[in-house]
Each structure stands twice: as C-alpha cells, then as structure tokens.
C-alpha cells in the first residue's frame, strides 16, 4: 500500500488471447442476431488497413505550400480532404493541429484508440497501449524525450485527449531547407508521427 | 449551448457504471473551455443499443497539469485539452 489513494499495478494491455475469444465470440453473436452480415468486420478491416499516412501527408504538404488551403485545413479538415478527393472517414469532424515555434500539439485517446483511421492508417501498436495512454497526458515531455523530440520549456505544449467524436490530426511544421522541394517530395518527409505529434517530419535528404 | 469560450468550468466528479467518455483523470476538476464543437449523440445511451437522442453539445475543455496531478513533473507545464459533453460540466467551484 502506498499513501495516497491510487495503486501502483504495473499497466499492461491485459490478456489478448482471452480478447481474440471474446472478439470472435461477439462476432459470431451479432450475425446470428442479424447485427452484422458475415464478411462485414472483414471487410471493415479491409478498409482499415488499405488506409495510409501517404492520404495525411498529402494534405500536409498541401497546406505547406498553399497558405489558403492551409486555413481551410484548420477550418474545417473533414471538408479539406474531400476538396483534394481523399476519404476522411466517418467521424463528422475532423479538427487539423497546427504545430509552431512556440505551440506544440499531441494526440492521444486515453479512453481506447481514437485516431484517424481514414488519414493515417490503423494506429501504431504504442498509440493503443495504456503506458502511452497515461503517460502522455502526466508526462508528455517524458513521453516525448523517448521519441527523441525535446520540447522547450518555454513551448506552450498541448496534449490532446480525443475521447469523443472528434478526430486530431497533427500539421507539423515545415523542416528548414525545403523551399525547392516539390508537394510530393514534401509529402515523402511527413511521417505519421509527426501527424500524431511525437515526432518532426524526417529531415530533407541532402542535395 | 451553456457555456462559452474562456469560461472556467468544473466536471462533474459522479461516478457513472455504464459506458462514459469522461475520462476519471478529469473528474472533479476545474479547465477552461477552449471550444465547442457541436452536438453529437449520447454515447452513454447509445452503447447500448439505444438511438443516443437528444444529441448532447460537446466541447474542447484545457486543463493545466498541474490542476490534474500534485505530483510535480520534470520540464515546463503543459495543458490537456479533453472533448467533454455538456452534462458532466458544471459551474466553476
């Protein structure tokens, strides 16, 4: 026992074999009760995982080079995608986070693995487990320094919970030395996690 | 639409047994409110089959660090900024 009033378990992400069993279980239920038809968690999944940050990233690079499309973007991302023809995905709001010099955006959902799918992809395996889940809201800067991105202290950091119906998505600040890139060279340095806030996009290669 | 941007709030500190999007970290504590985003369906209701009607206002609530958690933390501060539904936010205290 310690003195104060919560328990130091170690956090783990608990027994999976025994949540494959469950999921199966369920699946199995919600067809034969005519929830679901067969095929259509695969199908789902199918879906989910033929997304990729290449759609995030393009909308990214897009607002780098397009100060317009950029205030759009963070106007209103969910109609931003559609204008430049990608799926973002059934969440009735999509909110874009504008990363500076001096504001730092990240994403996490404490809750579950609120994230979007439709942008970036399925979330990373660290996205969902409960040691980034509670540590990113307690000690961001800490999470942050083992992605090996150091946040000053003089930077207004923002971490963001999404535990609703709104889904976060980070727009990185442009690396120095990018200005005679093309959109599609840029859109190959945003990284997905530098659209969850973890990371900077990867540096430009050397000409 | 209750309450307005800057206006300090308090979230409700009740428990709740079923499904709820009200992280307990958040509970009882007092934030600002950033946003509001607009009204979406109860999940409360919905996760259980239910339509979720009346859709609820959501809103974008900041809290600072240090109002969540005593224990001190290395580097600067920090804000998290949550997604709370109107009816677990209540008048500042």
Known sequence: MNDHDHDHTPITNGDERRAGARARALEELLVEKGVLRPGEIRAGIDWLVSRTPADGARLVAHAWVDPEFKQQLLADARAAALELGLDPGPSPVVVAL??????????????????????????????????YRSRAVSDPRGVLAEFGLAIGDDVDLRVVDSTADIRYLVIPRRPAGTDELSEDQLAALVTRDSMIGVAQPAAPALA | MTYRVGEPVTVAARAHSGHHRTPSYIKGKTGRIEGVHARFRNPETRAYGDQGLPEMPLYLVSFARSDLWPEPCAGGGHRVYVDVFEHWLEEAK
């Open chain 1, 98 to 131: 504008e990363n500076t010099e001096t504001v730092h955006h990240m994403v996490v959902c404490t809750l579950c693995s609120c994230y979007p799918r439709a942008l970036l992809g399925p979330p990373p395996a660290w996205y969902k487990s409960l040691p």
